[in-house]
């Protein structure tokens, strides 16, 4: 048997623990400097850069949602030395471009691990930005070369995926979480201490509407179609110009339109409105009756309002997906703490992108604001004891299974 042969036919288990000791092992001595081959920042000046990533700029930011992969590889920032600190993100381009634009000026490595070209929060809860994604990219990278210590910087947003201590073990490098924002890391970095306000997703209403952007982008490529099947081609920039209105519109109305789902607001805020002046517009041209032109209109109108009210929650960091509530019929993460299991590591209030978790007098957690409570599941996945469990669990993996 071949040697290829016989590591395929290695157990799971012992085929990860080479590879973990590969990660760990001490310099070999190499000639080749990894430095050398690292990447240094240089930022881009001038107006033809600019004018050229443009076209990339645009797709990233209307398909937000889209893969659009970088290379992994390592990035050196400044003066960056032996005791300089290593940062990790994934290797999606928009979040490499906006994290180097944040570390200019800073003295730093920073290592781009391989997560299929996805954002930070989707590859981690998808499984994507793994331990073995970090691995590999220990590897590859060689940093333990270039520095003395072992400790990395990892986004908040991965906590939903990746466990700190089981980073440790298999890595054999120590894990601590940046700030959420990633305009936060060079004043995490000058200070080595993360502020309630870093630890805490925002929705501002420049966030808000790049999201609206985004979702846009999506719903317009994927189900334009269907209207311009019924009503003919000429119906595709009336709807595609409605789910802009209503995308914007609702982003900015989150907070104050009425409904206790998305689905709710959008049919409050858009539909039934939007529906009454049509029909008033028809009794008044028309003597009551509605037109063929009007009734494509109703029809559009309810498509659009129902599109952005079910993806609308998928865009934001403040509320549960509803795709798998609507669609399969998932009940909404819940969480309980058991507090004799409680040790008051305080991890779960560290990991919490919303604020959910308040400590008690005898310094255990609590779940006191589940009504905030986005489904990320990152205190679940951090929790050194387990003592927060789901309490629809065994009703998610029933549901899973049918699938």
Known sequence: ????????????????????????????????????????????????????????????????????????????????????????????????????????????????????????????????????????????????????HRRLILPQLCANGLNLFEVRRRTGWSAVFGPVDIADIPEYLHSRRRTEKMMRVTFTVRERLEMAVAMWGSLALRYTLFPVLVFGLAVAPWFIGGLAVMAVAISLGCFVIPGKTFVQKAGVGFFLPGTALILGADGWLLGGGLGLFSLQWVLMLLLGSYLVGTSYPSYTPLWQCGYSTLFYGFPHLKLEIIEEDCIGCNLCDHVCPVECFSPTENKKMIFSNPDLCEGCQACLIQCPTDAIINQVADEHQRLSQCQ
């Open 1 to 148: 048997m071949s040697l290829a042969a016989r590591e395929i036919t290695l157990p799971q288990t012992e085929r990860q623990a080479r590879a973990d000791e590969t990660v760990r092992a001490e310099p070999t001595g190499r000639r080749d400097d990894p430095l050398l081959r690292a990447e240094r920042y240089r930022p881009r000046t001038g107006l033809w850069p600019r004018i050229r990533s443009l076209p990339k700029r645009i797709f990233q930011t209307v398909f937000r949602s889209a893969p659009y992969p970088t290379r992994p590889r390592l990035i050196v920032f400044g003066n960056a030395d032996r005791r300089s600190p290593v940062l990790v993100t994934t290797n999606y381009d928009l979040t490499v471009r906006r994290v180097c634009r944040a570390l200019e000026g800073t003295d730093c490595y920073l290592l781009v691990a391989p997560a299929s070209g996805i954002d930070v929060w989707c590859a981690a809860g998808g499984q994507r930005f793994n331990i073995d994604s970090i691995i590999s990219i220990l590897k590859t990278s060689r940093i333990a070369e270039m520095v003395d």
